[in-house]
C-alpha cells in the first residue's frame, strides 16, 4: 500500500501517530516522501548535539541507551545510524554526512525552535558551517552551548558571529590565547549569556543588550580598575537591557577590585545582609551582593523582584509548617 497516496488531511492524523524512528524512515524513500512530511508533520523543538558524532533528538535531554548500529542510504550516502523513537545518532562519520543529515532533517521535520551543543571533539569548521546552515533557514535558535578545551581562536568568532540571533541562552566554556577578544558584528538577543574556564575575551561591554550575563572571573583575569570603573559607569548611565550581572570564582584583588568599582558610583547603603544599594548622582537605584567569591549585581526592578519571590517562598514554607503542626496534634 502507497502511504502517500492518501490525501494530505489524512497523512496529517497518521503521521501525528508515529514516532521520530518511523518518521524518518519514511523520509528516506524519496524526496516526494520529505515534502510530504514537511507539509503535514507536526512542528516540533530539535537539539543537535556535535561531538565525534552527530545526535538529533526532539527532545532535549534523554538517557543514552544501547540501541543497534545500521547503515542506512540517505541522499545516496551511506550512514551509520542508530535510531529510536525520539531521534538517532550518526556514528563517526565525517563532517561531509554531519552536515547531509542535518540538512536533510531542516528538509523533512518542522523544527519551532532549536537546541545546539558543540562538544570537544567537535570540528570547529562543521561547527560554524551548521550554524551557518540553521540561520540561512532563518530558524530560530533556542539555546546554544559550546566546550573546548583546546585553545583555539579561528573559527570561534564566526561561529559567536552566527549566535547574535539565539532566542534564550548561551553557553562558552572554552579555552582561548591571552591575546583573542571578540567583538560581536551586532548586538546579541539571548536572554542569558554565560561564559566559563578563559574569559578575557569576553568584553561586558559589549553585551550588555542580554538581559542576564554570568562570567567566571577566574585566576587568569586581566581585568583591571579602569576596565571596571569604565564597564559600571556605563552600564549604570544607560538604558541598556543588562539587568543582572554576576561574577563567580573571583579572586581576591579583582573582588576588592570590583567592590571598589561599585562604591565609586554613587552613595552606598547597606539594605540587608550582604546586599547594599548603590545610588548614582542621577537618583538611579542598583543593588549588589557578595558572598565568598561570589558577586551579584542588578538593578532595583530586578531586586525588588527578589525580594517579592523571598516573601512568597518563606511564606509557603512558613504553611507548610504550620500545616504539619496541625497534622501532629
Request: charged content about 25%; hydrophobic content about 40%; some cysteine.
Amino acid at each position: 500500500m502507497d502511504l502517500l497516496r492518501f490525501p494530505l488531511v489524512v497523512l496529517v492524523d497518521v503521521f501525528k501517530n508515529m514516532d521520530f524512528k518511523e518518521l524518518f524512515l519514511i523520509s528516506l524513500l524519496s524526496k516526494r516522501a520529505r515534502d510530504t512530511l514537511k507539509v503535514t508533520s507536526m512542528s516540533s523543538e530539535f537539539s543537535f548535539n556535535l561531538s565525534n558524532s552527530l545526535k538529533i533528538q526532539i527532545e532535549t535531554y534523554t538517557r543514552n541507551s544501547s540501541i543497534p548500529v545500521k547503515d542506512y542510504r540517505v541522499r545516496d550516502e551511506s550512514m551509520r545510524l542508530s535510531l529510536r523513537s525520539v531521534g538517532l545518532i550518526l556514528h563517526d562519520e565525517p563532517a561531509q554526512k554531519q552536515l547531509l543529515l542535518a540538512n536533510h532533517m531542516f528538509d523533512t521535520f518542522k523544527c519551532s525552535f532549536i537546541s545546539i551543543t558543540f562538544f570537544d571533539e567537535a570540528v570547529p569548521s562543521t561547527a560554524w558551517e551548521l550554524m551557518k546552515m540553521i540561520n540561512q533557514r532563518k530558524l530560530y535558535i533556542k539555546s546554544f552551548s559550546y566546550y573546548a578545551n583546546a585553545e583555539s581562536s579561528e573559527f570561534i568568532p564566526r561561529i559567536l558571529d552566527e549566535c547574535t540571533e539565539v532566542t534564550d541562552s548561551i553557553f562558552i566554556s572554552a579555552f582561548f590565547p591571552d591575546d583573542f577578544v571578540y567583538t560581536p558584528s551586532r548586538p546579541f538577543k539571548a536572554k542569558k549569556i554565560r561564559v566559563w574556564k578563559t574569559t578575557n575575551w569576553f568584553n561586558l561591554e559589549n553585551f550588555m543588550s542580554s538581559p542576564r550575563v554570568i562570567v567566571e572571573i577566574g585566576k587568569s583575569s586581566k581585568r583591571t580598575a579602569e576596565t571596571y570603573d569604565s564597564f559600571f559607569t556605563k552600564w549604570m548611565d544607560s538604558d541598556v537591557p543588562l539587568q543582572k550581572l554576576t561574577f563567580y570564582f573571583i579572586e581576591e584583588n579583582d573582588y576588592q577590585t570590583i567592590i571598589d568599582a561599585l562604591d565609586k558610583q554613587g552613595t552606598v547603603r547597606r539594605v540587608e545582609a550582604d546586599w547594599f544599594e548603590v545610588t548614582r548622582r542621577n537618583g538611579s537605584e542598583f543593588f549588589y551582593h557578595t558572598f565568598a567569591g561570589f558577586i551579584k549585581i542588578c538593578t532595583k526592578q530586578a531586586y525588588l523582584e527578589k525580594v517579592r519571590k523571598d516573601g512568597e517562598r518563606a511564606a509557603a514554607r512558613q504553611i507548610a509548617i504550620d500545616h504539619q503542626a496541625l497534622e501532629q496534634q
